[in-house]
T-cell receptor
């Protein structure tokens, strides 16, 4: 079956760095998305990876290893506004998104 | 990027009644999707709504319970019929488009703000 695993919750300190991991098993693979979802709001697109390596976008970076079925989202210089859930989603061979349950990130001052 | 709106933003309904949720996009899109998200859970796809054809439902979701309309390329509705407390959830519409300037080589989904439904 298809599956996306990510930690349920993580806590980090303002100004620090946090890495949110995601492992995936999909029928075929056409890339991996990360979305941010603040409480009570819609998910918003953060990043997409289809090739191995690190994609940097400001304070946020996303990494993919296709051979390991693994991705991570790296958040630097954490700010209080980064408190949110982070959703990992794999795109399978039918271009259907398989969603993880999300990682709730709590930022402490 | 496109602006996606949903109505209502929230509602409290009685068991056995029906609620229709509207999703409006300010540009024409081919693919629209309806999701359900329960607290602490992943997004669950209910159906894909294509203009000019019947919606395609995922396993566990049926048209009699979740009828969908897609009259044009900017609008869709999802009805939650004969509601029970188990239908209490957030319902999200999303659109798929590759013209939102992200430079992503595949179509990316963008979400409306959601409808928070509570069934008593």
């Amino acid at each position: 079956g298809q599956n996306i695993d990510q930690p349920t919750e993580m806590t980090a300190t303002e100004g620090a760095i946090v890495q949110i991991n995601c492992t995936y098993q999909t029928s075929g693979f056409n890339g991996l998305f990360w979305y941010q979802q603040h409480a009570g709001e819609a998910p918003t697109f953060l990043s997409y990876n289809v090739l191995d390596g690190l994609e940097e976008k400001g304070r946020f970076s996303s990494f993919l290893s296709r051979s390991k079925g693994y991705s991570y989202l790296l958040l630097k210089e954490l700010q209080m506004k980064d408190s949110a859930s982070y959703l990992c989603a794999g795109l399978d061979s039918n271009y259907q998104l398989i969603w993880g349950a999300g990682t709730k990130l709590i930022i402490k001052p | 990027s496109a602006v996606i709106s949903q109505k209502p933003s929230r509602d409290i309904c009685q068991r056995g009644t029906s609620l229709t949720i509207q999703c409006q996009v300010d540009s024409q899109v081919t693919m629209m999707f309806w999701y359900r998200q329960q607290p602490g859970q992943s997004l669950t796809l209910i159906a894909t709504a294509n203009q000019g054809s019947e919606a395609t439902y995922e396993s566990g979701f049926v048209i009699d319970k979740f009828p969908i309309s897609r009259p044009n390329l900017t609008f869709s509705t999802l009805t939650v019929s004969n509601m029970s407390p188990e239908d209490s959830s957030i319902y999200l519409c999303s659109v798929e488009d590759d013209n939102f300037g992200t430079k992503v080589p595949v179509a990316t989904q963008y979400f409306g703000p959601g409808t928070r439904l509570t069934v008593l």
